[in-house]
Structure formats: structure tokens, C-alpha cells
């Protein structure tokens, strides 16, 4: 339940590690913030159990396939059909969810396989069942057709718009009794057996005993009535217990990759629902038999790898794929060959991919990131030579300000929104890919790429210390670094500051050396906890101007372990850890983000972090338990003990002492004038941050 208060977005309902399904209670059947997964532990009203739901995202797709048990007379109002509860009734597990809905006095009980979601439902009244299958929950109905192949088996196609502009969900319903259709609502009602239209609800009843059971089976498939035909063989028969089981002992060798040893059971339960909420998404998106929908729409057939969806990469490329790398080897190849299929059929690599969508949210080309990560780190079974074209592709593309960051070295406010956070975030992926080409010893493309990945240089204002926003070629004025505004994204200038994971030693520098640096971290964290500007519901958890309720700031308490304050950043993050992590509803301090804010936790426990992914440099902090042991894939295990040596299998645990870079760059000149025209004459003051480059800082008179 950690997440499902406060502003965690999670969802409490059944999954399997990494499963297609997510069979999950819905308490919300409108697209408010706050319930975008689809519950809210506020709510006390449940309208139904829908099969797809996101990790604590900001948008409100899914919730396929929504069906509602209920007794007696029945409508298709959602406030009639829904139900009261009351958390007392309630039970969350991995793998498993049981509630009673008070209306009409109903036991619910939820499992799932990975693609078939298991219903079971305890009618403790006699009179008569109804389950309301209602295609037109939440996310908007393109088209929906529902086949009656017999009274206890149906067929269902759901294509619909949210965020993701076209999404794909067939599904079989198998109940385990014989059921009548007692109600139905269709714009396009074809024949008794068969319904469609963009308006699309059903019923189907029975008179029961008190007492009696109906359970349902629902497998879900992105590309055919066969495929979820195909699919439902994951469960047979219908011993719900058995299924349950198997979900938990799913959890129980999922879960078994990190052992820890801690008395606390607070702790505990922190760290391993942290654990399982890195491990529910991204999503298998293919049948048993390989067959997956393609970014071009198409079915295509699986070539030796497993096709996933649900790619946040914004925030997992910070610390959930390093996770990734260290005790999913084999996925995190499947997740690169994923991407490297959606760039055949799509045209580019995914940015934020949903449902074989590409919704082009939020910024960056972070599945550089990824894809170096695991080329430095040694991950095989994908094309180290097609990632390279496909990162080299999405950074040579003309669109979100890149042209005019390839020639000029930056993106003003004239040219761009967010153009200070994409500036920086360019940056890094063009390391990124400066890595990808030193590993294939492409020199040209090497250096380059290296040099792009210094343009972070040209909205630094070495004056204030700040990443700022340009326009006109000088600095935008007035500047509050604690605005929120539209030049940067989710956040401000202080949440900016310090995104340079490429080159930390230059940034250092930049600053003016380690104390000044220090200096500026700390007034970052002692300043007020208050900023400025347009609200933004992203940016909660503050310590001073560090949020940790979003992802800008996650990396930032490890900077002072680059300038010999390792006691600093064990305060920072154990503070964090201790505060912002609870075990409670509202346990966590922003959006889980698709397991970001858990793999923060999960490796910030562990006493590493992946401050620059892309090099196989963990930073550390002191471990938050006695004994840590991972488990690593073929047969590897390692063990960590607080006070000891830190070093994992196989893995490098340092600081980076400096970066060869193949040539400095000059920086931009910055042009400041009175206005934009004159008439006579007018001062224009060019600055440089060169200090070599005396001449540049000389007024000129024009």
C-alpha cells in the first residue's frame, strides 16, 4: 500500500514481476492527478477492477477491461454500480488484493499470472449476480467490439485515447459459471452476439445462493482475439488458491535478488515494497507465442528477445535501469532490443513509450543512456553497432530544439520551451554516445560527440553559479533561481544546477573549485524551502531547493563525495532515506515514476548510487542496513556489511579522479546590451568565462 496516499500514485492490486497484467481496483473514474493509477487511499468508493495500470505516473492511461460485481437491479452509472469500502476489509500482497464491497455485501478477492488476471467473487446474499463489464472506464473509447462466442466465454477488443494516442487491448473473459447478458448499451449493436461502438457496457447475471462464487478469468493480448485466446492457457481450471500461490512464489525469487538483513520490520517492508515497485513495470507486450504490436502498428513476430512496454525513461535512466544492469542483465538486453525495434519500425528510439506509443513526453533521448549503460558495464545480447546508429540518429534529428543545439552549442528561450533542461540533458546523452562510440572505436564520432556533451558550458553563469535561461544572446532578465517557470522542466534553476553527470570535475571547476562548490551544495540544501513562480505538483520533498519528490535532484547529496565530503553525503541520504521513505500509504514523498523514486531507495540502502550511468563508477554512501547480499544472475552473489569495503562482483566502486575530454570548448560569449536596437551608438558588453580570453571581456563600442 506504500504510495497509494499522498502523491505516490501507485496502485495497491494483483502483478507479477514485469507482468502484462495489473488487476487492480479503481477509485477513480476521472483523470485527477492524484489518481492517475487509478486508486487513491482517500477514496472510499470502488467502481471496479480494471487490468492495466502505471507505477505512479503523471498521466491517467490505462484501466482496460473494468468489471464490477454487483446484486439486484443495475445500471451503467458508475455511481450506482460502485460500491463503499472500508480499508479495514482490505488486503494488499504481492501478487493478491481482497476487498469487500459494502453495497451489497461482496468478497473480492484478485490474483494474476503474467497475461490473465484471476476474479473471484463471493456473493453473501442471495438473489441475483451481475458483473458490469464497462469499456467506457477512464481513458476515452475509439472503438470497442465484445463477441459473445458462448455464456461463458467472451472476446473483447478496446482500442482508446489518453496520453497514448492509440492503444490496443484485446481480451478474452471466461466466467466459471454460465452467464445471460441481463443489460446492454452500444451505439452499434450488430447482433445479440456481437456489440461495438465508441459506447460499449454490458451485464451479465445469474441467480445465486448465499454463499455462492462466480470467478472470472480475463486474459489480455496487444494484437489478436488469438493472442488472448492463446494467452488465457497460463492459468488452467479454476483454483484460485493455486494461482496465488504461484504469483507469490514469483515474488519470493524476484524478491530473493537482494537479501538484507534488518530487525526493523518497518524497514523491511520499506525496503522491499521499494524493491517490488522497481519490479511492475516495463510490462511484457507480447503473446506466449512472441507475437507483439509494433511502434508501426503491426503485428510483428518475436525474434529471440522478450518485447516490452512502459518505458519512463525520463526518470528510470537515473537509477532503476542501473538496477536493472546489476540484477536483470537479461532484461535490460531485452528492454535495449525493444528499443532498438521500435527505432526500425517507429523511426527513433522511444523517449516515454506507452502501449507501442510513443507520447513524447517529457525530455531527452534517455534510451542512450540505457544502451551505454549496459554496453560499459558489458551486457550482451543486443547490437552494439545498431544502438550506436539508433542513439546517433535521435541526436542528429532537427526537432525539441535540436537543431538550434547543434549550431549554436545551446537552446535559448527564443528557440525552445524547457531550454535550459534540455540544453543540459542533451549534454549528457551526447556523452553518452561518445561512449557508445569509444567502445566501437569510432573516433570521429568519439570526439564529436564529446564536444557536444560540453555545451552545458554556454548556460552556465559563472557569475551567479546558476544554469540560466538565454535570450538574444545574453541572460534572461530578471532571474530568481528559485522560479519555476517555462525554461526548465518540472523544476528550477537550482534543481538544474548540478546536472552535469559528464563531467563533474568541469563543473567543479566551473563553480571555482571544491570549497565554492561546497559552498553552493550547501546553500542549496539550508536555503527556504519555498520557490517561486508557476505551481508545479512534481517538485515536493524539499530539503532547501533539493526536491526530492522529483527526479532532477536525485543524484545531487552524492556530489560531495567528488570533493572529499563523503560525511556529508552519508547526512544528505540517510537523512532522505530515514524521512522521505515510510511505511504508510503516503509513504512516498513524490511519484513512484515507474520505480524511480524506489530505485533511489533500493540503491541509496545499499550504499551505491549511479551518479553518471553510462561508466561503471558507483558512488557510495554508507549502507542503511547490517548485511546486504545481491544475487546476482548465473550463480553470483555479493555481500555488503556496513563499515566494510564496498565493492561488488564485477563492479568498479570509485570517484572519478578527472575526464579526458578530447578539446575544451570555448564557451559562448555572452552579449549583453540596453535594448535590442539603437539609433547612435550604444555600449555592448561581450563576457567570456575563458579567463585567458582577455581580450573578450573589453567592452565594444558600436
Avoid at 468489471?67 to 463503499?84: C, V
Wanted: aromatic share 12%; net charge negative.
Amino acid at each position: 500500500m506504500i504510495g497509494t496516499g499522498g502523491h505516490g500514485h501507485t496502485y495497491p492490486g494483483a502483478t507479477v514481476p514485469f507482468g502484462m497484467v495489473q488487476l487492480s481496483p479503481d477509485t477513480r473514474i476521472d483523470g485527477s492527478w492524484d489518481g492517475c493509477s487509478g486508486y487513491h487511499y482517500d477514496d472510499s468508493v470502488i467502481y471496479g477492477f480494471s487490468h492495466t495500470h502505471l507505477n505512479g505516473t503523471g498521466c491517467t492511461d490505462y484501466g482496460d477491461i473494468m468489471l464490477m460485481p454487483t446484486m439486484g437491479e443495475h445500471n451503467f452509472i458508475p455511481n450506482e454500480y460502485g460500491s463503499k469500502f472500508s480499508h479495514s476489509n482490505e488486503k494488499a500482497t504481492a501478487g493478491f488484493y481482497s476487498v469487500k464491497l459494502d453495497k451489497h455485501n461482496i468478497d473480492v478477492r484478485l490474483t494474476s499470472s503474467t497475461r490473465v488476471g484471476f476474479h473471484e467473487y463471493t456473493f453473501n446474499n442471495a438473489g441475483q449476480a451481475n458483473i458490469v463489464l464497462d469499456l467506457n472506464h477512464r481513458d476515452k473509447l475509439l472503438y470497442g467490439d465484445v463477441k459473445i462466442i458462448d455464456k461463458k466465454t467472451i472476446q473483447i477488443l478496446r482500442r482508446s485515447e489518453a496520453w497514448a494516442k492509440d492503444q490496443y487491448v484485446y481480451a478474452q473473459i471466461e466466467f466459471s459459471v454460465p452467464l445471460e447478458i441481463s443489460k446492454s448499451h452500444s451505439n452499434e449493436e450488430i447482433s445479440p452476439t456481437f456489440f461495438a461502438g465508441t459506447e460499449l457496457k454490458l451485464a451479465f447475471s445469474k441467480q445465486v445462493k448465499k454463499g455462492e462464487k462466480i470467478s472470472v478469468k480475463v486474459s489480455l493480448s496487444p494484437t489478436s482475439y488469438e493472442g488472448a485466446k492463446l494467452n488465457m492457457s497460463e492459468i488452467n481450471g479454476w483454483d484460485f488458491n493455486k494461482v496465488k500461490q504461484e504469483a507469490e512464489q514469483l515474488w519470493d525469487k524476484q524478491l530473493a535478488k537482494i537479501e538484507i538483513t534488518e530487525t526493523d520490520k518497518d524497514k523491511l517492508s520499506i525496503f522491499y515494497t521499494a524493491l517490488y515497485h522497481t519490479m511492475v513495470q516495463p510490462n511484457i507486450a507480447q503473446d506466449i507465442d512472441g507475437k507483439y504490436r509494433g511502434r508501426d502498428n503491426k503485428v510483428h513476430n518475436g525474434e529471440g528477445f522478450d518485447y516490452y512496454s512502459v518505458f519512463s525513461l525520463w526518470d528510470t535512466f537515473r537509477g532503476a535501469h542501473p538496477l536493472y544492469t546489476l540484477i536483470e542483465k537479461k532484461r535490460t538486453a531485452d528492454f535495449i532490443n525493444t528499443f532498438l525495434k521500435q527505432y526500425e519500425q517507429g523511426g527513433r528510439l522511444p523517449v516515454w513509450e506507452l502501449a507501442s506509443n510513443e507520447t513524447d513526453c517529457m525530455i531527452g533521448y534517455h534510451s542512450v543512456s540505457v544502451m551505454a549503460d549496459a554496453m560499459a558495464k558489458g551486457i550482451t545480447g543486443f547490437d552494439y553497432e545498431e544502438a550506436f546508429e539508433a542513439a546517433k540518429h535521435s541526436a542528429m534529428l532537427d526537432h525539441l530544439g535540436l537543431d538550434a543545439y547543434k549550431k549554436q552549442g545551446f537552446i535559448s528561450m527564443d528557440d525552445e520551451h524547457e531550454s535550459v533542461s534540455k540544453t543540459l540533458e542533451y549534454a549528457y546523452d551526447d556523452w553518452c554516445i561518445a561512449q557508445m562510440a569509444q567502445i566501437l572505436n569510432k573516433k570521429e564520432d568519439y570526439e564529436y560527440f564529446m564536444k557536444r556533451s560540453q555545451s552545458w558550458k554556454n548556460i552556465f553563469d559563472w557569475n551567479t553559479g546558476f544554469m540560466r535561461p538565454k535570450k538574444n544572446g545574453g541572460w534572461d532578465k530578471p532571474f530568481d533561481p528559485r522560479e519555476i517557470n517555462n525554461n526548465f522542466t518540472e523544476g528550477n534553476s537550482w534543481q538544474y544546477s548540478f546536472f552535469v553527470p559528464q563531467d563533474i570535475p568541469g563543473m567543479i571547476e566551473a563553480y571555482g573549485g571544491n570549497d565554492k562548490f561546497e559552498a553552493k551544495l550547501d546553500e542549496m540544501f539550508n536555503s527556504e524551502s519555498k520557490t517561486t513562480g508557476r505551481e508545479q505538483v512534481d517538485v515536493t520533498g524539499l530539503i532547501g531547493q533539493y526536491a526530492h519528490g522529483n527526479e532532477p535532484s536525485h543524484h545531487m547529496a552524492y556530489l560531495y563525495n567528488y570533493i572529499g565530503k563523503p560525511e556529508k553525503t552519508t547526512e544528505k541520504v540517510h537523512y532522505i532515506l530515514n524521512n522521505f521513505y515510510k511505511n504508510s500509504p503516503d509513504g512516498l514523498i513524490g511519484n513512484e515514476d515507474c520505480g524511480q523514486m524506489s530505485a533511489w531507495y533500493v540503491l541509496s540502502s545499499m550504499g551505491i548510487y549511479a551518479v553518471t550511468p553510462g561508466e561503471t563508477i558507483w558512488s557510495t554512501v554508507k549502507p542503511n542496513f547490517e548485511k546486504i547480499k545481491v544475487n546476482f544472475e548465473k550463480n553470483y552473489s555479493s555481500e555488503i556489511s556496513t563499515g566494510k569495503d564496498l565493492r561488488f562482483f564485477g563492479i568498479e566502486i570509485q570517484h572519478r579522479k578527472s575526464l579526458p575530454l578530447v578539446n575544451d570548448i570555448i564557451s559562448v560569449p555572452v552579449i549583453q546590451a540596453e535594448s535590442k536596437s539603437f539609433k547612435d551608438k550604444m555600449l555592448i558588453e561581450i563576457t567570456h568565462s575563458d579567463l585567458n580570453l582577455k581580450k573578450l571581456n573589453n567592452p565594444t563600442i558600436l
